[in-house]
């Protein structure tokens, strides 16, 4: 096995210095690196899946440095990749410089914003996926404090937030919603350490049910809301199974189906925008064996009554991002 | 202890030490199952065999000139700046205000006011740590660290709060006007029948870089300004009983080594990004001081240095790309080269001196 991919990348190697290689589709991984058991390792869950059921093959790479996006892009499609697939949202930019240049290739962006005609921005709507899981935190909190711990802090990150606080006061007006961000470089998304020392922070502030949106952060706080016997909420991907019973839900971001559909798709995909909201199971929260008896049937009526709500539009969810601004939490 | 020739201790060392990682590097491939050769050559073709690949490689070569620069000029005085990292952050804060704030008729005026922005917002974040040193003995190697996590939340604060177009994501300015957009070396090179160095970010600030070299070299070497600091730098003492003041020599090295940091940002934000992203020094900064060791400190050292890193960087991207070798691996490489050619000096310096000296007797 690992022979072979010697001999593949050898063989790929020396084909693509040939300047005739064809891949189906590319990957490009952001900062974060492809396992941080969070967004893009959710996009790398979603690309295996297809390799495995259809035995294509896909570039990938895991950025290094900022002059790489634009490298990277140009380098793929020059390559013949098509899609390509880019994750995170300072992808936008660079996005925005080559796609001119390469008008047969396809670009998707996820969570990034680039108007195009070979672009395909995919977006999440996290702000109502976290209300729902705020809902199930106020519902679940015995000391009516819960808590929230993001990651790097950047107006994404702030709508989970906001998000999640809009649930929490929809259940309880008088609930505290303490809410801390680990850093403000994007070492934030990989610090367990300080994930868990904010979590016990937040413990003595009364915390009982605390919501990680925080990459590779978010391990250090569910282990710390476990040790402490507390609740926790996972993120992006369904984290339920990492402290079985401790783990109250996990706000799903569906990463990997978006990823998946795009390499589905080959070259057939098309540019345009693609909202996945709650709607279209693009967000939502985590059910499973792990946290079946955390959730009583009662608790997970009110939710999906409140989710059936928002799908048909009587409960708008605020956006952090539409105006910078939140009405249940201020930062 | 008689010395070796000097052509030995600038060229043979770093050389060997090269190899000596070279080697390294070619077992830990082996050992993940890939082909070492394979990836040299897929790392020599990618950096070097074609116009877009030079273009990366002087890129990332002009950045690391500029910290090196930094870091060396810093060293001459004997103070360990390690705080190029946020210097050169607060230096792209510099550059992005000049570009978007001064209505720039022609690129030209805006490089040199971009230079000035980046340099005095560099300089004055260096101020602070070479003050503490000169006044109250706060050791440059705590403070200028201490700086680099301040500048992280210092950006991060300006850029989410105050320079962030409304409704963008990105921690990052708005694009810069199209008159302070910086002519790459695809623009200056390329004609419609070849054409050179398509998509690469290499930009006139290498030609900036290389000035700057010459005026750290007049400055150190040729200046009475540089040779306070260098006697400064040899003895504190003797440089006192010379009546040089050891305050100043200590602020004013920190400036001149912050302001080359800051300038570092006219190449990425001003030349590349075309806007001030949050981390568009990583870790340049730090590389600089390998750079600044391997290349004795010297400007001419420090241009080899650059560009060895920079293909480095370049041709690791071109791994990363074109074979399952991860990225992690390719820092491993990389750290292998600074470790062979900074930390373990003298590995090779020792036995090397012994063997000359063993061949002169030989010979007399």
Same mark, same amino acid.
């Given at each position: 096995?690992?022979?072979?991919?010697?001999?593949?990348?050898?063989?790929?190697?020396?084909?693509?210095?040939?300047?005739?290689?064809?891949?189906?589709?590319?990957?490009?991984?952001?900062?974060?690196?492809?396992?941080?058991?969070?967004?893009?390792?959710?996009?790398?869950?979603?690309?295996?899946?297809?390799?495995?059921?259809?035995?294509?093959?896909?570039?990938?790479?895991?950025?290094?440095?900022?002059?790489?996006?634009?490298?990277?892009?140009?380098?793929?499609?020059?390559?013949?990749?098509?899609?390509?697939?880019?994750?995170?949202?300072?992808?936008?930019?660079?996005?925005?410089?080559?796609?001119?240049?390469?008008?047969?290739?396809?670009?998707?962006?996820?969570?990034?914003?680039?108007?195009?005609?070979?672009?395909?921005?995919?977006?999440?709507?996290?702000?109502?996926?976290?209300?729902?899981? +705020?809902?199930?935190?106020? &519902?679940?909190?015995k000391?009516?404090?819960?808590?929230?711990?993001?990651? &790097?802090?950047?107006?994404?990150?702030?709508?989970?937030?906001?998000?999640?606080?809009?649930?929490?006061?929809?259940?309880?007006?008088?609930?505290?919603?303490?809410?801390?961000?680990t850093?403000?470089?994007?070492?934030?998304?990989?610090?367990?350490?300080?994930?868990?020392?904010?979590?016990?922070?937040?413990?003595?502030?009364?915390?009982?049910?605390?919501?990680?949106?925080?990459?590779?952060?978010?391990?250090?706080?569910?282990?710390?809301?476990?040790?402490?016997?507390?609740?926790?909420?996972?993120?992006?991907?369904?984290?339920?199974?990492?402290?079985? +019973?401790?783990?109250?839900?996990? &706000?799903?971001?569906?990463?990997?189906?978006?990823?998946?559909?795009?390499?589905?798709?080959?070259?057939?995909?098309? +540019?345009?925008?693609?909202?996945?909201?709650?709607?279209?199971?693009?967000?939502?929260?985590?059910m499973?064996?792990?946290?079946?008896?955390?959730?009583?049937?009662?608790?997970?009526?009110?939710?999906?009554?409140?989710?059936?709500?928002?799908?048909?539009?009587?409960?708008?969810?605020?956006?952090? &991002?539409?105006?910078?601004?939140?009405?249940a939490?201020?930062? | 202890m008689?010395?070796?020739?000097?052509?030995?201790?600038?060229?043979?060392? *770093?050389?060997?030490?090269?190899?000596?990682?070279?080697?390294? #590097?070619?077992?830990?491939?082996?050992? !993940?199952?890939?082909? *070492?050769?394979?990836a040299?050559?897929?790392?020599?073709?990618?950096?070097?065999?074609?116009?877009?690949?030079?273009?990366?490689?002087?890129?990332?070569?002009?950045?690391?000139?500029?910290?090196g620069?930094?870091?060396?000029?810093?060293?001459?005085?004997?103070?360990?700046?390690?705080?190029g990292?946020?210097?050169?952050?607060?230096?792209?804060?510099?550059?992005?205000?000049?570009?978007?704030?001064?209505?720039?008729?022609?690129?030209?005026l @805006?490089?040199?006011?971009? #230079?000035?922005?980046?340099?005095?917002?560099?300089?004055?974040?260096?101020?602070?740590?070479?003050?503490?040193?000169? $006044? $109250?003995?706060?050791?440059?190697?705590?403070t200028?660290?201490?700086?680099?996590?301040?500048?992280?939340?210092?950006?991060?604060?300006?850029?989410?709060?105050?320079?962030?177009?409304?409704?963008?994501?990105? *921690?990052?300015?708005?694009? /810069?006007?199209e008159?302070?957009?910086?002519?790459?070396?695809?623009?200056?090179?390329?004609?419609?029948?070849?054409?050179?160095?398509?998509?690469?970010?290499?930009?006139?600030?290498?030609?900036?870089a290389?000035?700057?070299?010459?005026a750290?070299?007049?400055?150190?070497w040729?200046t009475?300004?540089?040779?306070?600091?260098?006697?400064?730098?040899?003895?504190?003492?003797?440089?006192?009983?010379?009546? !040089?003041?050891?305050?100043?020599?200590?602020?004013?090295?920190?400036?001149?080594?912050?302001?080359?940091? =800051?300038?570092? #940002?006219?190449n990425?934000?001003? =030349?590349?990004?075309?806007?001030?992203?949050?981390?568009?020094?990583?870790?340049?900064?730090?590389?600089?001081?390998?750079?600044?060791?391997?290349?004795?400190?010297?400007?001419?050292?420090?241009?080899?240095?650059?560009?060895? /890193?920079?293909?480095?960087?370049?041709?690791? @991207?071109?791994?990363?790309?074109?074979? #399952?070798?991860?990225?992690?691996?390719?820092?491993?490489?990389?750290?292998?080269?600074?470790?062979?050619t900074?930390?373990l000096?003298?590995?090779?310096?020792? *036995?090397?001196?012994?063997?000359?000296?063993?061949?002169?007797?030989?010979?007399?």
């Open positions: 096995m690992k022979h072979a991919a010697t001999f593949r990348a050898l063989l790929l190697g020396t084909a693509l210095c040939a300047g005739q290689a064809h891949a189906d589709a590319a990957l490009i991984f952001d900062l974060g690196g492809k396992f941080d058991k969070s967004f893009n390792e959710a996009a790398h869950n979603g690309a295996q899946r297809w390799k495995e059921e259809t035995g294509g093959d896909y570039l990938e790479i895991e950025l290094q440095s900022e002059a790489q996006r634009e490298q990277a892009l140009r380098r793929f499609a020059e390559a013949g990749a098509n899609p390509v697939i880019t994750m995170g949202f300072a992808m936008s930019t660079p996005i925005k410089e080559v796609a001119p240049d390469y008008p047969d290739t396809t670009f998707v962006t996820i969570d990034g914003w680039v108007e195009a005609p070979n672009v395909r921005v995919i977006g999440f709507t996290e702000h109502e996926g976290s209300y729902l899981v +705020g809902m199930m935190a106020a &519902m679940a909190s000391s009516n404090t819960v808590g929230f711990i993001g990651g &790097m802090d950047i107006p994404l990150i702030r709508r989970f937030a906001c998000g999640y606080a809009q649930g929490v006061k929809a259940v309880n007006p008088d609930a505290t919603v303490i809410s801390n961000m850093g403000v470089t994007p070492t934030a998304w990989n610090d367990p350490v300080k994930g868990s020392e904010l979590t016990k922070a937040q413990i003595s502030q009364g915390a009982d049910v605390v919501y990680a949106a925080a990459g590779g952060t978010g391990v250090g706080v569910l282990q710390t809301a476990a040790d402490e016997n507390i609740l926790s909420i996972g993120v992006d991907s369904n984290q339920n199974h990492l402290h079985s +019973g401790q783990v109250l839900t996990s &706000m799903m971001k569906r990463v990997d189906v978006a990823v998946y559909d795009a390499l589905k798709s080959g070259e057939t995909l098309e +540019g345009g925008y693609q909202l996945l909201d709650l709607a279209a199971e693009g967000v939502g929260y985590a499973d064996e792990h946290n079946a008896d955390l959730v009583s049937a009662d608790m997970q009526a009110q939710v999906d009554a409140a989710k059936a709500s928002i799908i048909s539009g009587e409960i708008s969810v605020h956006d952090y &991002m539409s105006d910078d601004s939140c009405p939490l201020t930062f | 008689e010395k070796m020739p000097r052509w030995a201790d600038i060229i043979l060392i *770093p050389l060997i030490s090269l190899l000596l990682a070279a080697f390294l #590097s070619a077992l830990v491939i082996l050992a !993940i199952g890939e082909s *070492p050769l394979n040299l050559d897929l790392m020599i073709k990618g950096a070097l065999m074609r116009s877009a690949g030079w273009g990366y490689t002087l890129y990332y070569a002009t950045n690391f000139i500029f910290t620069l930094a870091v060396a000029v810093a060293f001459h005085a004997r103070l360990f700046n390690i705080g990292e946020g210097q050169a952050m607060l230096g792209g804060l510099g550059v992005a205000l000049v570009c978007l704030y001064i209505p720039w008729p022609h690129w030209s @805006a490089l040199v006011g971009a #230079s000035v922005g980046g340099a005095v917002f560099g300089a004055l974040w260096a101020f602070l740590p070479g003050w503490l040193q000169a $006044r $109250r003995g706060s050791h440059i190697v705590i200028t660290i201490m700086f680099n996590f301040m500048a992280a939340a210092l950006l991060n604060y300006v850029l989410v709060n105050l320079l962030r177009p409304k409704g963008s994501m990105d *921690p990052a300015t708005a694009k /810069f006007p008159a302070t957009h910086l002519p790459t070396f695809h623009d200056m090179f390329s004609t419609t029948e070849t054409v050179l160095f398509r998509g690469s970010p290499a930009n006139v600030t290498f030609f900036v290389l000035l700057a070299c010459v750290v070299w007049l400055l150190i040729r009475r300004l540089g040779y306070e600091i260098r006697s400064f730098g040899q003895s504190e003492t003797a440089a006192r009983y010379a009546g !040089i003041a050891p305050g100043r020599i200590i602020v004013v090295a920190m400036l001149i080594s912050g302001a080359l940091a =800051g300038m570092m #940002s006219v990425t934000s001003m =030349g590349e990004a075309e806007r001030l992203v949050l981390n568009s020094v990583e870790g340049a900064g730090f590389i600089g001081i390998a750079v600044a060791l391997m290349g004795r400190n010297h400007p001419f050292g420090i241009v080899l240095a650059a560009l060895l /890193f920079g293909f480095l960087y370049q041709g690791g @991207a071109e791994l990363a790309f074109w074979t #399952s070798i991860p990225r992690e691996l390719i820092i491993v490489i990389q750290a292998l080269v600074i470790l062979f900074g930390a000096d003298n590995m090779v310096r020792i *036995p090397l001196e012994r063997l000359f000296v063993a061949l002169r007797r030989e010979g007399s």
